[in-house]
């Protein structure tokens, strides 16, 4: 893969300076079509990386229903995926999103353009309302509380979620559509989505990200078809319209309910507007959304090509004058030719279909195909195969005599397009989705040719086929603060604590943290509270620690009848006279361990007993060793009193004997000489003397050094430390 070479910036002063760090050599991208591989439907596309997951879309196959429609959802842990990025409102990129959410392990944040979450809203609630019948993937409700889940974020706008950066371009293809560029770990990941490069009466193209890209996964819908010049096609358009209606009959245009219908509707309204001979036969927008996305897309006239914003100045141009909403079937009265845009675009139910299996059989009437089709949908079988008959809803087949014309406004990228948009991106990995597999196999052969001068490495994975990317890449790690102070000398070591956020690196002193990071530093304080079962005064427990600790330091604290009253005052805990209202007595061990025995007022340290002590230390190299004593010294006072030690404990030769015995679990045939206290046997075939407690004598060193280990072991367990009565820890 591409290496990620960063030169060291030395000598950088007094302020930064930065350190290469060894990282893994097999970082790898994975990339899962879990939908659009080798198909067009579907679109979800999920990317792995440094242990971050992002999907791209998820959406539905406009060519099946229910749960068939979905995409391959059980290849991977949901509960993993961090973002969710929906590039425009098409169900098939954004249909399965109430279904994800509510149905799978999925937590992550979902994220999509200001218009995209509007027109989303819309389009899911009518196709929970048609797909009803045939059983919907999901409720009011679960759109509903996804519409809550859903965050919104503007066209060059950087969001950082959880390590991972990413930022929208304009797609082109439908308001609102976007392109994410994603960055994981320093390697930028670009999703096309559907895009199109060429505006067009009211939309701007896609624009070209002004930072190259590592990995670019691009849609590859017409593979290696180029499209007709756009003046051409509307010319063709508008006379397969004409020529239908002129002849007295309908003229059915299925269409997606946004997106390139207001665009036909800007174009036939102009049409009208210029040939009056026209403008008797009217034409219907069969929505039910109608008037609603309209409302959407004159708030958002902002984000539309500069010919629609100027004409907006002037008057409303989805205020249309010759396009009349149709809000249902029932409203629609078939006397004569007329012009109806209607959904779905690819004639699968809805009223688009129950118009074409009406007129279907009636040669006067034709269909103009305005959008690109699906395999196994009616739309592809009629312009693919001219079938001489069809097969209704209702399962009964019906002759086909209307004419049927294709005139592609779909606004997807064609070859040229592709091509030069690879080529700007400067990417060495191409991954094609979002085509069937001849598309994606002819644009891989040509833009593999195209393009030699770029070593493309062109994938193009079929549905739950991971692709894999290695990249090696270098771990910088930037010193700042009073450690970059001088400049690092090879070999030495470099203390000081490791940040790590968001694969940013930074090593800095402890005093500043708070000046080159967003971390502060604290304490850590503990406390253990100590009951004691028999009965035992303070001045007791002062005279038992002065076993372990030569240096004590006692202080009241003293508490008054206001809640300001409070002083700590420096004097021996036994000058307290029996008046003083002594709250609390507090012995310092060290500067970072603390007694705390509370003593009830008016009381001496003689009376009463004491019913528990608490020690309070914090967190410190030395603070966790003198707490730990201090613990341990307490817990003494568990112990029985007046315990009965055998007086041959401390008979030496019984530790020889002892010592004896404890030798013979290590060495055989062993022999033992009490006079002069020395112990003789072999180590395999070596030779070996002991003589009490540590002497080991040996001509092999290596023999004499495990021995010496094992005596230094009995010797600590037969010549522990002196007792606590006999001796002091001093600590200063």
Known sequence: GRPRKIALPFPLGPMASNIVVSGDEDDQVEIIPLGSGNEVGRSAVVVKYKGKTVMFDCGVHPAYNGIESLPFFDEIDHSTVDLLLVTHYHLDHCG?????????????????????????????????????????????????????????????????????KFKGYNAGHVLGAAMFLVEIGGVKIMYTGDYSREP????????????????????????????????????????????????????????????????????????????????????????????????????????????????????????????????????????????????????QNGVSRELFEKWCTDPKCGVVLAGYSVEGTLAKTIASSSPSEITRMDGRNVPLLMSVEEVSFSAHSDYLQTRDFVSAINSKYVVLVHGDSSNMRKLKERLTADLADLNLQVFTPANIEPVYITFATENIVKVVGSLADEYPKPGAILQGLLVSKDFQHTIVAPCDLGSHTALQLGDMRNTVIIPLNNKYTILDILHHLRKYFLTLKTNHLIIGTDDDETEIVDRMALDVDADTKAHYVVITMTTDVVLQIEVPEGCTFKDPFVQEVNVAWKTTKFGDMVSDMTVTAILQLYSPPNQIVPQEIGNELFRLRALHHMLNQFYTNITFDAKNMTFQFWHNTTPVTVTAPLLVECADEAVKTHVENIMNRLFLALYPLPCCDDAFCIYE
Not at 103 to 127: C, E, N, S, W
Not at 133 to 141: H, V
Not at 228 to 234: L, V
Not at 292 to 304: D, L, R
């Open 96 to 164: 399965a999103v109430p279904h994800y959410v509510h149905q799978t392990t999925f937590k992550g944040h979902i994220y999509m353009t200001h218009p995209t979450k509007a027109l989303f809203r819309m389009v899911m609630a009518d196709f929970c309302r048609v797909s009803a019948s045939s059983g919907s993937l999901f409720s009011e409700q679960d759109l509903i509380s996804t519409m809550e889940k859903i965050q919104t974020v503007d066209y060059h706008q950087e969001v950082t979620h959880n390590g991972i």
């Open 200 to 347: 067009d009466r009211h939309l701007m193209g896609a624009e070209t990200p002004e930072v190259s890209a590592d990995v670019l996964i691009v849609e590859s819908t017409y593979g290696i078809a180029t499209h007709e010049k756009r003046e051409d096609r509307e010319a063709r358009f508008l006379n397969g319209v004409r020529n239908i209606v002129r002849k007295g009959g309908r003229c059915l245009v299925p269409i997606f309910a946004l997106g390139r219908a207001q665009e036909l509707l800007l174009i036939l309204e102009d049409f009208w507007e210029k040939n009056p001979d026209l403008q008797h036969i009217p034409i219907y927008y069969a929505s039910a959304l109608a008037k609603k996305c309209m409302k959407i897309f004159q708030t958002y006239i902002n984000m539309m090509n500069d010919r629609i914003r100027e004409q907006f100045n002037v008057c409303n141009p989805f205020k249309f004058k010759f396009i009349h909403n149709l809000n249902g079937l029932d409203e629609f009265e078939d006397t004569g030719p007329c012009v109806v845009l209607a959904s779905p675009g690819m004639l």
